[in-house]
RNA sequence: GGCCCCAUCGUCUAAUGGUUAGGACAUCGCCCUUUCACGGCGGUAAUAUGGGUUCGAAUCCCGUUGGGGUCACCA
């Protein structure tokens, strides 16, 4: 446990969608900060005006709040610290940077993206090592800067990084780091539209919201030093830091759209349950040290530590978020699925007032230990839902044969003199019927599955039986008789 | 290419100098079940590579190889 309470953030710019790798990084912070009992903070990084996507923050925020991840402060709820959008600290910023042009820290650059451009071709023909901005407008005199500054042409401001000498920090997970100050970049700090990049933005802000932990993508390692910089460039102190591995593609590769799905959004309209999700994503890069893998929660944050985070990228690997979603699918009670079930009963237009709750329950009890999702009672048993209309050929072929239709209609005849039946009666009844008959059990059984529900697999018959009721399973043999040819 | 990070079964991972290298998903086989699942039992399958250090290395150090990230007025 760490004596201050942690203050930790999800600082997602907003371009459309939470990412899965996004997910990943909230609920580590979140996870993180509630084992600790600290802030879990929502920050929108949307410092960039061509990429803003409209609705991209609504959307973010409901994917989030959909996983359970539910933060303290952020910019629909407040906080003591906000505003918690970037582009309402714009002032912040700009202040921020002049107090570093004061220092010598900063600087005005006023080149033109032609010559920088330039520059960078040049550099590249002369084969040098590291594409690097030539500090050209550093050594412009006061006159010059003034003038410009004064004719209103474009000028970015520029973080000046002395040369030769180590940049060191710790990260938690990585452990010591170090980069050479050759091979930082003048980075832009403010951009000629007057908005913050990224780096000096999170800087600022994490120092002014008072952010103890940054926990992030791997992606951010790099650029790091620039942030250790800014934080001893204002003489702040300097937050811990956690790098977490990225989520790949089965290839390896960084987690794309190209290879699949990677929006929450998506996973949800395909039916996965929010803690399977969840629970997945937690064990990208994460264990306990134990064999334990079903977890709600609740446990992740009792267990969760960032010590325990992996540092190799992990494979974001399907077969085994169908299995955790099956889970979590099977544990929960027959009563829980119900409005799931319904909500997808409406989807497949369905006539909702044809089945009672009764009804719908016995459904889920029987099919429960067959299913990976909850839509998978309409697709799996679409036989309760409405009369088979077509039979599986293979069945017929292996099941239906030419004596079938007399052995099943002596079944129907022998079911037509129950009385309420139970799964017993059915069950002796065609115990019985087979007797008389002089033939196995089977020879009833895979016809009669076959009459009722049009497919080969599903729950035991006498289960099915019970579930359809008498009448419509009378119903659905007589038609059957009818309507299957060999 | 420069810089940085990383490396245990196909995949997610356990084993913080001494284990027959463990578990889970996937896969295969058997059992349960006159179906299909669930469940149970079992099998195949990994320390990238070369050097050190050590009585002893998956574990510590160095090299190699491989992979990834990053090198914007994007985050």
New binding site residues.
């Given amino acids: 446990m760490i004596d201050e309470f942690p203050r930790v953030r999800f600082?997602?710019?907003p371009t459309g969608y939470l990412h899965v790798g996004g997910l990943r990084t909230a609920l580590y912070n979140y996870l993180f900060a509630k084992h600790n009992n600290g802030k879990f903070i929502l920050r929108i990084?949307d410092?960039?005006r061509?990429?803003f996507v409209e609705g991209a923050v609504e959307n973010l925020i409901s994917s989030l709040k959909w996983c359970g991840l539910e933060y303290d402060e952020g910019p629909d709820i407040g906080g003591s610290f906000g505003p918690y959008m970037q582009s309402m600290r714009l002032e912040l910023y700009s202040k921020h940077a002049q107090e570093l042009i004061e220092n010598g820290h900063a600087y005005y650059c006023f080149?033109?993206?032609e010559r920088?451009d330039a520059l960078?071709e040049e550099q590249q023909r002369q084969?040098l090592?590291?594409?690097k901005?030539d500090k050209h407008c550093l050594h412009l005199s006061k006159e010059e800067i003034n003038e410009n500054l004064e004719s209103g042409i474009?000028k970015?401001i520029r973080l000046n990084v002395e040369p030769n000498h180590k940049i060191v920090f710790s990260d938690i997970i990585?452990?010591r780091?170090?980069?050479?100050s050759n091979?930082v970049?003048d980075q832009?700090l403010i951009?000629?539209?007057g908005?913050?990049?990224?780096h000096l933005a999170n800087v600022v802000d994490d120092h002014l919201m008072k952010i103890t932990h940054v926990v992030r993508g791997?992606?951010?390692?790099?650029?790091t030093p620039k942030h250790v910089l800014l934080y001893d460039f204002f003489n702040w102190e300097k937050p811990e830091f956690a790098h977490l591995?990225?989520l790949?593609n089965p290839d390896?590769?960084?987690l794309s759209k190209r290879q699949g799905d990677v929006a929450v959004e998506d996973y949800r309209a395909k039916g996965f349950l929010k803690e399977g999700l969840i629970n997945f994503v937690a064990?990208?890069?994460w264990?306990a040290?134990d064999?334990k893998?079903f977890y709600y929660m609740n446990e992740l944050i009792e267990k969760f530590t960032l010590e325990?985070v992996?540092?190799?990228?992990?494979?974001f690997?399907l077969?085994?978020l169908?299995?955790l979603n099956a889970e979590h699918l099977r544990k929960k009670s027959d009563e829980e699925i119900l409005p799931m079930l319904k909500e997808e009963i409406i989807r497949a237009s369905y006539d909702m007032s044809k089945f009672s709750d009764d009804y719908l329950l016995k459904i889920i009890s029987t099919m429960k230990?067959?299913v990976s999702f909850v839509r998978e009672y309409l697709t799996k048993s679409p036989y309760f839902f409405e009369a088979p209309t077509e039979y599986e050929q293979s069945s017929i072929q292996k099941n239906w044969k030419e004596e079938t239709p007399e052995q099943i209609s002596k079944l129907y005849d022998a079911f037509t003199k129950l009385n309420n039946p139970t799964k017993e009666d059915y069950e002796i009844a065609l115990a019985k019927t087979?007797e008389e008959l002089n033939i196995?059990?089977?020879k009833l059984?895979?016809p009669l599955?076959l009459s009722v529900s049009g497919i080969?697999?599903?729950?035991?018959v006498f289960d099915l039986l019970v579930t359809l009721g008498k009448e419509e399973t009378l119903k659905r043999i007589k038609t059957a008789i009818g309507k299957i040819k060999i």
């Fill in positions: 600082a997602p710019s990084e410092t960039d061509n990429r080149c033109t993206p920088l960078r084969k090592p590291q594409a901005y474009a970015v990585r452990g780091v170090e980069f050479d091979n970049d832009v951009k000629s539209d908005y913050p990049t990224y791997e992606e951010w390692l790099s650029s591995p990225l790949l390896r590769t960084k064990l990208l890069g264990n040290g064999d893998e325990r992996n540092k190799a990228g992990a494979v690997d077969d085994k169908n299995w230990e067959r087979a196995g059990k089977g059984i895979h599955r080969s697999t599903g729950p035991g």
